[in-house]
């Protein structure tokens, strides 16, 4: 019975994030149990498309994702598709009407990946809007379900805090995004010249994406708020370690948060929840 399958493919899709964020993962597990398997189908989905063109060497990677892409638009079309991640994620496109021009974005960026370059500030922005704005605005079309009003309100919100994410991953990845990748996001900055005043203004605008990110995480239905909230806070904790490093640290370490830590943080944020939110 396809039910079977159905039933698989968002297990895969579940597991998939289970294995490569706990952090996600455990936000995920704040979410009401309804909406919880749509949103393991779209970090699933995106994870996929992020291994490609990050860890996929000594594979055509330019060709790969170019099968995806096809396979994406297939499944959207036809309704149906073999890879059980890719099944989940056009069901719940499907379900939740989410925008196709939202993943065209996506898979823009994920392209992008796979060349090489010089980031000014257009295409800075280009990116973190497609790998990780437009993520958060997929979430959000679950969140909101099809509720237009509400998520016509938050999408700015929504917005700031994918780009807030996705510029604290650019700093925690320094390290192997510069030396391994040969990456470098940040516009016009001379990773040879990176120091702590370069760090220091990437931070400042990381803060203040947070902090008006957290006035729209107030105002999500509360099927979702906690679990935004507690990946917003996993994330802040993360930030805080990171600006407590100088640029030369997070140059050749990978700033990590070990789990028994992400368990205080986790309950500390219930707290917070219960006693400043409701």
Known sequence: MKT??????????????????????????ALKPAIRPA????????????????S???????????????????????GIALNP??????????KYKIDKQLIDQFLNSMEMDLK?????????????????????????????????????????YAMKLGSAFQKVNFLRDLKDDYQTLGRTYFPEVD???FNN???NEIEQDIEQEFKEALVGIKKLPSSSMFGVYLAYKYYLSLFEKIKNKSSDEILNNRV???????????????????????
Not at 39 to 54: F, N, P, S, T, W
Not at 56 to 78: I, M, Q, V
Not at 262 to 278: I, Q
């Open 4 to 29: 079977l399958f159905d039933e698989l493919s968002y297990d895969v899709s579940k597991r998939t994030t289970k294995k490569y964020s706990t952090s996600f993962s455990l936000g995920i597990l």
């Open 256 to 278: 990590r948060i070990p789990n028994s830590q992400k368990a205080y943080v986790a309950f500390k944020s219930y707290v917070r929840y219960k006693t400043a939110f409701l």
């Open 116 to 156: 090489k370059i010089d980031y000014n500030s257009d295409l800075y922005n280009e990116y973190i809007f497609g790998s990780a704005e437009v993520v958060g605005l997929m979430c959000l079309q679950v969140f909101t379900n099809g509720n237009k009003t509400q998520y016509e309100e938050l999408k700015p």
């Open 39 to 54: 949103i393991y189908a779209i970090y699933g989905y995106v994870r996929l498309a992020d291994e490609i063109v990050d």
């Open 191 to 193: 990773m040879k010249m």
């Open 85 to 94: 991640i890719l099944q989940s994620f056009q069901e719940t496109v499907s």
């Open 56 to 78: 996929f060497h000594g594979f055509h990677k330019e060709k790969l994702l170019n099968r995806l892409k096809e396979e994406t638009s297939n499944a959207l079309e036809e």
């Open 197 to 199: 005043t370069i760090k």
